[in-house]
Nanobody, 124 residues
């Protein structure tokens, strides 16, 4: 089992920044990679950002590329999502998800565990 807890969401004006955290725990945590997703009202959950299996590379959706950065602190078992230059269309519930390191990042079916989500609201 892997437990994921997101934090750091809130209300911010357009152009502002937020940093989300995803704290992971569990006996098998070392076998998993943690990535970020979001779900806006009335829309399906979409991929936001991921690490490669060895952490050497990162990937981001085109809609957030250049503005959002995924990073991690292995000592704290925590993955972060730094979000800069936020736009109203970034408003969503943000989730972190855990996949086996060999699984391809992106498709939701590849994720075994999810956090409860944290709300991000960007006002115009």
């Amino acid at each position: 089992q892997v437990q994921l807890v997101e934090s750091g969401g809130g209300l911010v004006q357009a152009g502002g920044s937020l940093r989300l955290s995803c704290a992971a725990s569990g006996r098998t945590f070392g076998s998993y990679a943690i990535d970020w997703f979001r779900q806006a009202p009335g829309k399906e959950r979409e991929f936001v950002a991921a690490h490669s299996w060895n952490g050497g590379s990162t990937y981001a959706a085109d809609s957030v590329k250049g503005r959002f950065t995924i990073s991690r602190d292995n000592a704290k078992n925590t993955v972060y999502l730094q979000m800069n230059n936020l736009k109203p269309e970034d408003t969503a519930v943000y989730y972190c998800g855990a996949r086996r390191t060999a699984a391809r990042p992106g498709p939701g079916i590849n994720y075994d565990y999810w956090g409860q989500g944290t709300q991000v609201t960007v006002s115009s």
